[in-house]
């Protein structure tokens, strides 16, 4: 089975870092884009950021830029978002997907669970 | 940076047809391919159409997907309703710019 275990969420203050970790299992992690979406509580989706499969490009919601770091170990099978300056805003429950390329263009066919990301003092 | 606006909500009864409608703020809503995913209430989000109109394997053929250059929106069209289609659905395109951009999102109620 094609899946995704997210880890690292947890309650940090206004300005502190946390990383959180994504393990797939059940596909060859290595030949696909991962992507991280975000879903603060009682909203919608947003996507965070996307890295391709050798980690050579990389792009990020506006929102995140100069804070938030995606990385990949292909040998580990793990995708990584390292989260710096956290904001409240910063708040949601954290999805890694994978981005699959169907016929034309790019969509997110599994998803993890999620891990929750909560930035209070 | 363009948008992707949903009605906040739609409600229909079993076994009815229902559409939730996407339209894009700017941009043509042709030049790039729209997808639509579900989430069920505490669940991950799954693809329900990519490509406009393609079903991934294990999506009933009661959900298909459309374009109208006219109006500049996409369409989910839901079939033969059932309860457990109650969910959020949420659109989602993307520019040269931008390669991911949700919509806000319209929450189904099968009543």
């Known amino acids: 089975e094609e899946q995704f275990v997210e880890s690292g969420g947890g309650l940090v203050q206004p300005g502190g870092s946390l990383r959180l970790s994504c393990v797939a299992s059940?596909?060859?992690?290595?030949?696909?884009?991962m992507t991280w979406v975000r879903q603060a509580p009682g909203k919608g989706l947003e996507w965070v950021a996307n890295?391709?499969?050798?980690?050579?490009?990389?792009y990020y919601v506006d929102s995140v830029k100069g804070r938030f770091t995606i990385s990949r170990d292909n040998a580990k099978r793990s995708l990584y978002l390292q989260m710096n300056s956290l904001r409240a805003e910063d708040t949601a429950v954290y999805y890694c997907?994978?981005?699959?390329?169907?016929?034309?263009?790019?969509?997110?066919?599994?998803w993890g669970k999620g891990t929750t990301v909560t930035v209070s003092s | 940076n363009f948008m992707l606006t949903q009605p906040h909500s739609v409600s229909e009864s079993p076994g009815k047809t229902v559409t939730v409608s996407c339209t894009r703020s700017?941009?043509?809503?042709?030049?790039?391919?729209v997808q639509w995913y579900q989430q069920r209430p505490g669940r991950s989000p799954t693809t329900v159409i990519y490509?406009?109109?393609?079903?991934p394997s294990g999506v009933p053929d009661r959900f298909s997907g459309s374009i109208d250059s006219s109006s500049n929106s996409a369409s989910l069209t839901i079939s033969g309703l059932k309860t457990e289609d109650e969910a959020d659905y949420y659109c989602?395109?993307?520019?040269?710019?931008?390669?991911?951009?949700f919509g806000g999102g319209t929450k189904l109620t099968v009543l």
């Open positions: 997907a994978r981005w699959r390329l169907g016929d034309y263009y790019y969509h997110m066919d599994v």
């Open positions: 490509e406009n109109n393609q079903r």
């Open positions: 700017s941009g043509s809503i042709a030049s790039n391919y």
């Open positions: 989602q395109s993307y520019d040269n710019s931008n390669p991911v951009v």
């Open positions: 059940g596909f060859t992690f290595r030949s696909y884009w």
């Open positions: 890295i391709k499969q050798d980690g050579n490009e990389i």
